[in-house]
């Protein structure tokens, strides 16, 4: 099971681009990276995923390097609106019998966006 | 499409008293998880399960249940409330090859 470590928390200013690593040095080889956001009072939600090198979407892009035992979430231009926490997680995607059923997170970085 | 849906929000025990904590989920998602949420621990995977009448233990099993009887639900018992157990329970389902998809979760405190 790939644990993952993340800074406790950052902070940053409005405008400003935020990137967050996760390392994870025990990945499988059929293991993927997600991130999620969690606001207060709210379950998490999904941001984006992936497997190698880079992904981008509408709200941010996923920095894989090749050994794969880090990743980097970086959010463009952040806003206050972007203060949450973010989770790291990795974890068989495609298959989720047995073990691979087991998902751990991390305790995740709370990023503090200021004006 | 409701996605995943916690029962109740709130939930106030006496220690020693038993009760169930619902999910529910309308996206026929196989899997489907319980996870508890404390102040500066993360989120910790309580129990899970791969489809109806499969579950097993995620990593703080000790004092709760959990049973698939059918695709859609996946309740939470806690048979004796502690106070160790006053926490945030989030649910979550997914379909392979597909992040998790997470409840609003229930606010439990036991006195």
């Known amino acids: 099971l790939a644990k993952t470590t993340q800074p406790i928390s950052m902070d940053s200013y409005e405008g400003q681009e935020v990137n967050i690593t996760c390392s994870h040095n025990?990945?499988?080889?059929?293991?993927?990276i997600t991130w999620y956001q969690q606001f207060p009072s709210q379950g998490p939600r999904f941001i984006i995923q992936?497997?190698?090198t880079k992904v981008t979407n509408e709200v941010a892009s996923l920095f894989i390097p090749a050994d794969r035992k880090s990743s980097t979430l970086s959010l463009p231009r952040v806003s206050l609106s972007d203060t949450a926490v973010y989770y790291c997680?990795?974890?068989?995607?495609?298959?989720?019998?047995?073990?691979?059923?087991?998902?751990?997170f991390g305790k995740g970085t709370k990023l503090s966006v200021k004006p | 499409n409701a996605g995943v849906t916690q029962t109740p929000k709130f939930q106030v025990l006496k220690t020693g008293q038993s009760m169930t904590l619902q999910c529910a989920q309308d996206?026929?998602?196989?899997?489907m998880s319980w996870y508890r949420q404390d102040p500066g621990m993360g989120l910790r995977l309580i129990h899970y399960?791969?489809?109806?009448?499969?579950?097993d233990q995620g990593e703080v099993p000790n004092g709760y249940n959990v049973s698939r009887s059918t695709t859609e639900d996946f309740p939470l018992r806690l048979l004796s409330a502690a106070p160790s157990q006053t926490s945030v329970y989030f649910c979550?389902?997914?379909?392979?090859?597909?992040?998790?998809?997470f409840g609003n979760g229930t606010r439990l405190t036991v006195t």
């Open positions: 979550a389902s997914k379909e392979t090859n597909s992040p998790l998809h």
């Open positions: 025990n990945i499988a080889t059929n293991d993927y």
């Open positions: 992936g497997y190698k």
């Open positions: 997680l990795v974890g068989d995607f495609l298959n989720y019998g047995g073990s691979q059923g087991n998902l751990i």
């Open positions: 996206m026929n998602h196989e899997y």
């Open positions: 399960s791969v489809g109806a009448g499969i579950t």
